[in-house]
């Protein structure tokens, strides 16, 4: 996570807007440590388990319309207590311009320059952005939603090839922080496809932090049939399939 | 006289009581039987009313409210009264700590201050000694603090520097779990390394314990030996605190016809100088009447001296106060959730500040010859009353905004200030995240930070501790082991903090009627 920052710009970019469906003002649950998190409109994935389902539709209001300089004065209300900002979604990396923007911004701020600054993506931007926005990003979660192409189809919609090609990439990178598993019970659990699972983001990084999280229906839509919430004990179980080398696990 | 012979039959014959816990009541109340020290006619009604509090401290105080003995010189002088040579060992200092607390008054009768460990003990850890045979040791040690001082106002402290002492403290803690001692970690931007307040977010999280203070805002204050004990009292080592008197303010809001500016200039002076003739009184008691300081060993052999202690002067019910008077005033803002509501808050306490820094009081050297200020956090009878400058529970704003309507009034009570904020299970796995905010809160000018996660067995009550068990077993039998376990359960029946309980552990901010 050692982005050189040297080039982040130094134009006025704070009349540059965004849709932005939400912020957070304290998260603890977006990256490390406390965090504003800004939530964006619009996503290319249509999750069956998509626990903000609101944030999907691109065809978007102007009401959601946003400019970096709305939102500075948020996170320097709450700068002091946090150590970073993170774009969320949505689907942030559909936005590259705005997300390039803020951070920017919130790098040539006095205030808040010690912030660091993070994206949580689902991992199908193209090289392109992911360049782009490395100057000024320190680190990125990618959502992982299944190892299997097949399975990964199912649940998104979409191709898991690009998010694989994103984890590689960003790790070469050093901007990978953390990859994510959303576990649905008796959809991406099997155990076998855990353990191959593990065994290719070992490859990638021995010592990969993993966070692997249990799919909740709190926000999620109806489906058919039902999704099934996981047990604290298949969750575990889960964890225990998966683990290899020395993979860094961390159960939600 | 009758009734004095009715409340000494009811605690002699209470079978809820344990013999110990009958014979500290039985000597507290003994006092009553003597004349109160004299106050004026308004000040004497003003105690009556419960518009001033004495908190129930007794008729003749013949000890200091809270005494910090300074235990590093103490191991290396040791003690003629106890007749304990300098310890050579981690062994012998951790016997002589434990004879030496048995030994330190204070008005709940136990220490409220057990040193700051990592410094004391420091010169007996040596390389020889394993990470395994101090947590040995320690845990020896802390059973027996928690089972001979059976009192949640017992507290130690910690930081601001890193060392395998405060490390094996958070071992032993999350591995006992007792709410006996309480513990304080100082925390330094410059001096205390994240992992160590991480360590400590991480011991909260098993046993709500440490509470943190703003270690370089302590240092301009009171020096570098200072200490927080008891619950959020930071003092003077080598010193401490005659009494500690309190206002409230809401009381005093009630009694005031007139705009909120004019509570400013007229109730709320006329009540900070009658809430300081009671501290004068008190201690003028302690100190020429009953000589504390010219007869007890400690200031005797030199571990403590008068010229390190001050009396604290609280105030609580800021926040019932402040929405009266804008209520008055015809606007219905409040506290904790409005900005006019909360900028005339901390111009009010300011407003406090200059009047107790104004009214010089007698014995008073280690406040420069004035009362510290103190943001009182409550008793177990307060009802319908918010502790000191809190916001009320169940009314608090979320995070950010609650973190701003404190701070501001933090940096004005140099002898503790708590708000309590409180924290669901996410928090658990992301320590790093409250680690930030404690470092937030210590940069924005908060003096004192603590936190409780939801879930915790351990719950804070007005300062203290208490088990949720220790609670429901109260509810369920009358007995304590700790005598602070009742009065959390008095303060959780009035607060509903929790739910209701009873205990072993003590506490002295108990109404002993």
Redesign the interface.
């Known amino acids: 996570m050692s982005a050189t920052l040297a080039d982040a710009a130094t134009g006025d970019v704070s009349a540059i807007t965004g849709f932005v469906a939400d912020t957070i003002?304290?998260?603890?649950?977006d990256g490390?440590?406390?965090?504003f998190v800004v939530f964006l409109q619009g996503c290319n994935f249509d999750c069956v388990a998509c626990h903000n389902p609101q944030t999907i539709p691109l065809a978007i209001g102007e009401h959601f319309r946003t400019s970096v300089a709305d939102l500075l004065p948020r996170i320097r209300?709450?700068a002091?207590?946090?150590?970073g900002i993170t774009v969320s979604g949505g689907e942030a990396t559909l936005q590259p311009d705005f997300v390039h923007a803020l951070f920017s911004a919130v790098q040539a701020d006095p205030e808040l320059a010690r912030l660091d600054c993070f994206v949580d993506s689902n991992g199908t931007a193209d090289d392109a952005t992911w360049h782009r926005l490395a100057p000024v990003t320190h680190g990125t979660m990618i959502d992982l939603k299944c190892f299997d192409p097949d399975i990964h189809e199912q649940m998104t919609g979409q191709s898991n090839a690009p998010v694989l090609h994103s984890i590689e990439l960003l790790h070469g990178m050093g901007l990978l922080y953390e990859v994510r598993l959303l576990i649905l019970q008796g959809v991406n659990d099997d155990p076998a496809l855990l353990r191959r699972t593990g065994e290719w983001l070992a490859s990638v990084d021995p010592a990969m932090r993993v966070k692997m999280i249990a799919f909740r229906a709190h926000g999620a839509r109806p489906h058919e049939p039902a999704l099934v919430p996981p047990s604290h004990e298949a969750l575990e179980a889960a964890a225990a399939n998966l683990q290899v080398a020395d993979l860094q696990l961390?159960l939600? | 006289m009758h009734e004095f012979q009715e409340r000494a039959r009811s605690l002699v014959q209470d079978g809820t009581l344990s013999y110990d816990q009958k014979l500290r009541r039985l000597a507290a109340l003994a006092t009553e039987a003597l004349p109160y020290p004299a106050l004026s006619a308004d000040c004497q009604e003003a105690l009556d009313k419960r518009v001033i509090c004495d908190m129930f401290e007794g008729h003749a105080p013949y000890t200091a409210r809270y005494i910090l003995p300074d235990y590093e010189k103490a191991v290396r002088q040791g003690l003629a009264y106890l007749e304990l040579p300098p310890p050579t060992n981690l062994a012998d200092a951790l016997a002589f700590l434990q004879v030496m607390y048995a030994n330190v008054p204070s008005v709940t009768t136990y220490p409220v201050y057990l040193g700051d460990l990592d410094k004391v003990l420091a010169p007996f850890v040596t390389d020889d000694l394993t990470d395994d045979d101090l947590d040995a040791a320690l845990r020896r040690f802390w059973i027996g603090i928690d089972r001979m001082l059976p009192d949640a106002f017992v507290h130690l402290d910690l930081g601001p520097h890193d060392s395998r002492l405060a490390r094996s403290i958070f071992r032993v803690e999350r591995s006992l779990r007792q709410s006996v001692p309480n513990i304080t970690l100082k925390v330094d931007p410059d001096l205390t390394p994240d992992s160590l307040v991480d360590d400590g977010v991480r011991t909260v999280f098993e046993t709500g314990k440490p509470h943190f203070v703003n270690h370089p805002m302590m240092v301009a204050d009171h020096g570098e030996r200072y200490a927080a004990v008891s619950c959020y009292n930071s003092l003077k080592i080598g010193g401490g605190a005659h009494t500690l008197v309190r206002l409230n303010l809401k009381e005093a809001a009630l009694r005031h016809a007139g705009t909120a500016d004019e509570f400013l200039t007229t109730t709320l002076p006329r009540y900070v100088e009658l809430t300081a003739e009671l501290a004068e009184a008190r201690i003028r008691s302690l100190v020429e009447d009953q000589h504390f300081y010219d007869t007890h060993w400690l200031a005797v052999e030199g571990l403590i001296d008068i010229h390190r202690f001050s009396a604290m002067f609280g105030i609580f019910g800021l926040a019932e106060c402040v929405n009266l008077l804008m209520q008055h005033d015809g606007h219905d803002g409040r506290y904790g959730h409005d900005d006019r509501t909360n900028a005339y808050a901390v111009r009010l306490v300011e407003r406090v500040a200059a009047l107790v820094a104004d009214r010089p009081m007698p014995y008073c050297d280690g406040g420069n010859g004035r009362c510290y200020l103190h943001s009182q956090s409550g008793i177990d009878l307060d009802e319908g009353v918010t502790a000191g400058c809190r916001i009320p529970v169940g009314d608090e704003p979320d995070l950010l905004q609650h973190l701003e309507t404190c701070a501001p009034h933090h940096h004005l009570f140099a002898s503790g200030i708590s708000d309590i904020f409180h924290m669901d299970e996410t928090a658990v796995r992301n320590p790093e995240a409250m680690v930030d905010i404690i470092r937030g809160a210590f940069r924005q000018g908060m003096r004192d930070f603590t936190f409780n996660l939801d879930s915790n067995e351990f719950v804070r009550i007005t300062g203290y501790l208490v088990r949720k068990s220790d609670l429901a077993a109260i509810e369920a039998t009358g007995a304590a082991r700790h005598s602070s376990d009742h009065l959390a359960a008095g303060a959780e029946a009035n607060f509903h903090l929790t739910q209701r309980a009873v205990k072993r552990i003590g506490c002295h901010e108990r109404d002993p009627r």
């Not at chain 1, 490390?32 to 965090?35: A, D, I, Q, S």
């Not at chain 1, 002091?80 to 150590?83: A, E, G, I, S």
């Open positions: 003002t304290f998260s603890n649950v490390p440590g406390n965090r209300r709450a002091p207590f946090l150590r961390c939600v």
